[in-house]
Each structure stands twice: as C-alpha cells, then as structure tokens.
C-alpha cells in the first residue's frame, strides 16, 4: 500500500515562506511523476507544481517564480519550496504521486494559511 505523508504546513505571514515535503512510504518506481495540487475553499483543485524522475518541471502561472519543486528519487521525497506567499495561497495543498503504470496516489493534505 503506498501512502504519501505531507508536512510543513501551517500559518505564515503575506510575504513569508513555507516548505512543504511528501515522503512516499513504499518503493517508488523509477519512471514517476510528482506534483502538489492545491484546492481553497469553494473552488476546485488545481496543479501548482510537478517534478518527473527524469528531472522535468511544470509550473502553474501563479507559481512561477514563486514556488520551487525538487524531487529527491534516494529519500522518496518531493518538496515545495514557497516565496513571497500572499492571501491568495491559501489552500489544503496536496501531494500526488503518479508511477509508470499509471496509478495515482494522494496524501491526506496539508493547510497553508496566509494572513496577518
């Protein structure tokens, strides 16, 4: 059973950062990809950022010199990097993990809120 397991959410100021990481419990392929997606309330989820084995990223807009993905194949692991955070970044962010077979998996989601 592969599980995602999120971490480094929480409350930050407009302006400041947060890290955020997603640990995959069980052997990882070695073709993936790897993402986070957040969704705010009332609204739907939406692909913020993703990072291939191969070492390819994708960036929505409003993450572009923003955010930073990175994928570390070694520790299973995939972090977002996030800079000068406004109110607008307020969301449950999640992790996904996609394998060579095509499954898909979620972690359970973390809270980043922004405000003063």
């Known amino acids: 059973q592969v599980q995602l397991v999120e971490s480094g959410g929480g409350l930050v100021q407009p302006g400041g950062s947060l890290r955020l990481s997603c640990e995959v419990s069980?052997?990882?392929?070695?073709?993936?990809?790897m993402g986070w997606h957040r969704q705010a309330p009332g609204k739907e989820r939406e692909l913020v950022a993703s990072?291939?084995?191969?070492?390819?990223?994708y960036y929505a807009d409003f993450a572009k010199g923003r955010f930073t993905i990175s994928g570390d194949t070694a520790k299973q692991t995939v972090s977002l990097q996030m800079n000068s955070l406004n109110p607008e970044d307020t969301a449950v962010y999640y992790c996904?993990?996609?394998?060579?077979?095509?499954?898909?998996?979620w972690g359970q989601g973390t809270q980043v809120t922004v405000s003063s």
């Open positions: 069980a052997r990882m392929l070695s073709i993936y990809v």
């Open positions: 996904q993990y996609t394998n060579s077979r095509g499954f898909t998996y």
């Open positions: 990072v291939t084995s191969s070492g390819t990223t």
